[in-house]
């Protein structure tokens, strides 16, 4: 099946230091994908959907200036936690389909636990 | 539009069986289920995309009603590790963004 992977799965940083996690499709080409976060014993909220080659697009709440998401391939998505702050401390986790295979099922990458001191 | 978990919390002993229900108030494409283990990624359990449907086997299945707006996972004979917070999921178009209901948290005891 399609591989997902996300890099890295942990990071500590200091506040107001940028952060960044990556989102690979291994084994095949993912024009959208999809960012999420998950603070503890809550579920996973969509924060955007990352389209390869032009601009994301943000849910409702979601600041733009402080999550900057690229999609520069079309294997690759990056988020990045600009001037991060102790409350931006949550579990990011991304996710992909396979719309060649016409997956509807999505792909979710291993996830990065972002600590920020 | 998130889609509504019920139970938000579930208590069994081994061997017995449970049900999560996922509603939305308006008709889904689709509807995935999920489980999750702490500080893991959500693991793929199923996607049910046709109005009546029911998928899986014996021991996890769900199903998805006519009118695509409720669809319920079965746990049948329940083992330990089916311990984990379980989502639903729904998109309203196809390929659409995937919307996550605030879970159900499954306890199996010896």
């Known amino acids: 099946g399609a591989v997902v992977s996300q890099h890295p799965s942990w990071v500590i940083c200091k506040s107001g230091t940028s952060v960044k996690i990556e989102c690979r499709s291994l084994?095949?080409?993912?024009?959208?994908m999809f960012w999420y976060r998950q603070f503890p014993k809550q579920s996973l909220m969509l924060m955007a959907t990352s389209n390869e080659g032009s601009k994301a697009t943000y849910e409702q709440g979601v600041e733009k200036d402080k999550f900057l998401i690229n999609h520069a391939s079309l294997t690759l998505s990056t988020l990045t936690v600009t001037s991060a702050h102790p409350e931006d401390s949550s579990f990011y986790i991304c996710?992909?389909?396979?719309?060649?295979?016409?997956?509807?099922?999505?792909?979710f990458g291993s996830g990065t636990q972002l600590s920020v001191l | 539009q998130q889609p509504v978990q019920s139970p938000q919390a579930v208590i069994l002993r081994e061997g017995e069986d449970a049900v999560i229900n996922c509603s939305s108030s308006?008709?889904?494409?689709?509807v995935h289920w999920y489980r999750q283990k702490h500080g893991e990624a959500p693991v793929f359990l199923m996607i049910l995309l046709k109005g009546g449907e029911q998928k899986g086997h014996e021991k996890i299945s769900a199903s998805f009603n006519e009118k695509k707006q409720q669809s319920s996972l079965y746990l049948t004979a329940s083992q330990l590790s089916y311990s984990g917070t379980y989502f639903c999921?729904?998109?309203?178009?196809?390929?659409?963004?995937?919307?996550f209901g605030q879970g159900t948290i499954l306890t199996v005891h010896p």
């Open positions: 996710s992909a389909r396979d719309r060649t295979g016409k997956e509807e099922k999505l792909f």
């Open positions: 084994d095949f080409q993912a024009t959208t």
């Open positions: 308006k008709a889904l494409y689709s």
């Open positions: 999921g729904s998109t309203g178009t196809s390929y659409g963004k995937l919307t």
